[in-house]
């Protein structure tokens, strides 16, 4: 078991693009409320319909999303996001975006409000304070957590890259929630390349991306499926219990 706090709570409204930090969050079904429920998609002839990340447009780092603050609190979002570039803003419905968009990227493209985008299904990233201090150290260099996207950084007790054995049946008890390493694609996060960007997408990092491939596994964080919905909040005390990985455990 161990135990520490909520460290922060992270929400990205449109998919691949730069999101916002948050003091409360609805962790349910669908992962994180709110969260990559907004996509962008390629209006070219000959990639129509296919979804725009940063994998293929690592620009999309230089637009930012937020939902606009709700006048209670509420963890979950009141409407569309704002979308922000520089000192512009543009409402997910202004006529105005899809061209601003298009002409920052360089291509035609569509926007669409669709449910859960995240790669792994509805899930929830959670993220370990102990592992990104490893890492900083490692490269000698700061780390910013927002290059690997969580929804929930946590500051535990736990050894850095411990995560690497949560095997399924790991839970996760934060506020009203529980999260657990359960379903499709759950347990340690296998990371693409877009870690190794900059977040605001100015530059590329490829040494962190070896890095991790070389002494990590290519493994850095953890992929969960809210079990017992609710809300959880920065600062909340938080419990985990582990179960180890059926590979690691019959090494032991």
């Known amino acids: 078991m161990y135990r520490g706090i909520v460290k922060g709570l992270y929400r990205w409204p449109v998919k691949s693009m730069r999101g916002e930090r948050v003091e409360s969050a609805r962790l349910d079904e669908r992962g994180m409320a709110g969260d990559r429920a907004y996509a962008l998609f ?17 620009a999309m780092l230089t637009w930012e999303a937020a939902y606009p603050a709700t006048c209670d609190g ?26 601003a968009l298009s002409e920052s990227y360089g291509i035609p493209l569509t926007l669409r409000a669709l449910v859960g985008q995240q790669d792994r299904g509805p899930t929830v990233h959670v993220t370990f304070e102990a592992s990104r201090r ?14 690997f996207r969580p929804n929930v950084h946590l500051d ?59 002494a990590h596994g290519n493994t850095f964080g953890l992929i969960m499926r809210a079990v017992t919905p609710g809300v959880t909040r920065a600062g909340d005390a938080v419990t985990l219990l582990e179960r180890v990985r059926r590979a690691e455990a019959s090494r032991a």
Do not use: H, K
């Not at 390629?42 to 690592?58: C, F, I, K, S, Y």
């Not at 996001?81 to 512009?88: D, E, M």
């Not at 803003?89 to 006529?95: E, G, L």
């Open 42 to 58: 390629d209006a070219r002839p000959e990639r129509e319909g296919n979804r725009l990340t940063v994998r293929q447009m690592p």
């Open 74 to 99: 509420s963890p979950e979002p009141a409407g569309p996001p704002v979308l922000y570039s520089g000192t512009a803003a543009w409402a997910w419905d202004d006529p105005d975006l899809p061209a």
């Open 134 to 147: 490893a890492l900083e150290a490692e490269m000698g260099a700061e780390v910013a957590i927002e290059r």
């Open 156 to 214: 535990l007790d736990a050894p850095a890259f411990a995560e690497a054995s949560f095997g399924p049946g790991t839970t996760i008890s934060a506020g009203e929630v529980t999260l657990a390493v359960t379903g499709e694609n759950a347990g340690p996060c296998v990371r693409c390349a877009v870690p190794s960007w900059e977040p605001a997408g100015r530059e590329r990092w490829p040494e962190l991306q070896r890095r991790l491939i070389s």
